[in-house]
């Protein structure tokens, strides 16, 4: 819900929108813009939460790892509370029910392996290369008639650069 109310809405939903609007000059139904920017909007976070697990500290710009101390509920932890055991599950919410500085680096470490042991990251990538995908297929509904222009082939690319 986060991703749809705060990625999806302010990075692509409305700039895709309000692109459509001044491009198209008021002329065209702007609700198409809502499926292609939630994809593209929720393959881009997913994309981003990658990085913070697997990206590099220069490239990134942030503390690798950063959202697993945060407690950020990221696709990949998620997935590791569906595949978890009991014993992990309670493990992981007693580390997440404690205040981000009480969360050690060793915390973080074994999140990273049980989410590397389900599976999880690889599971993310799929799901953001699905939505890629979707986004694209959107993409082609809503501009496709165009001239090839500098934004279509962004957002190709933008497809096939997901991890």
């Given at each position: 819900?986060?991703?749809?109310?705060?990625?999806?809405?302010?990075?692509?939903?409305h700039?895709?929108?309000?692109?459509?609007?001044?491009?198209?000059?008021?002329t065209?139904?702007?609700d198409?813009c809502?499926?292609f920017?939630?994809?593209?909007?929720?393959a881009?976070?997913?994309?981003?939460?990658l990085?913070?697990l697997?990206?590099?500290?220069?490239?990134?710009?942030?503390?690798?790892?950063?959202?697993?101390?945060?407690g950020?509920r990221?696709?990949m932890?998620?997935?590791?509370?569906?595949?978890?055991t009991?014993?992990?599950?309670d493990?992981?919410?007693?580390?997440?029910?404690?205040p981000?500085?009480?969360?050690?680096?060793?915390?973080?470490?074994?999140v990273?392996?049980?989410?590397d042991a389900?599976?999880?990251?690889?599971?993310?990538?799929?799901v953001?290369?699905?939505?890629?995908?979707?986004?694209?297929?959107?993409?082609?509904?809503?501009?496709?008639?165009?001239?090839?222009?500098?934004a279509?082939?962004?957002?190709?690319?933008?497809?096939?650069?997901?991890?």
């Open positions: 819900l986060m991703v749809l109310k705060k990625t999806c809405w302010l990075a692509t939903i700039p895709s929108r309000i692109g459509l609007l001044i491009g198209a000059r008021g065209v139904d702007l198409p809502i499926r920017g939630f994809f593209l909007g929720a881009f976070q997913i994309q981003d939460d990085l913070n697997d990206g590099e500290v220069a490239a990134y710009g942030k503390e690798l790892g950063g959202d697993i101390r945060e950020k990221t696709l932890l998620i997935q590791l509370l569906a595949k978890a009991d014993g992990e599950r493990r992981l919410r007693s580390m997440l029910g404690r981000r500085d009480l969360r050690s680096d060793e915390d973080v470490a074994w990273r392996r049980r989410m389900y599976g999880c990251i690889d599971y993310a990538r799929q953001a290369h699905g939505l890629a995908g979707a986004a694209r297929h959107e993409f082609t509904g809503l501009f496709g008639h165009l001239p090839d222009s500098r279509q082939r962004f957002i190709e690319a933008a497809r096939r650069d997901v991890v």
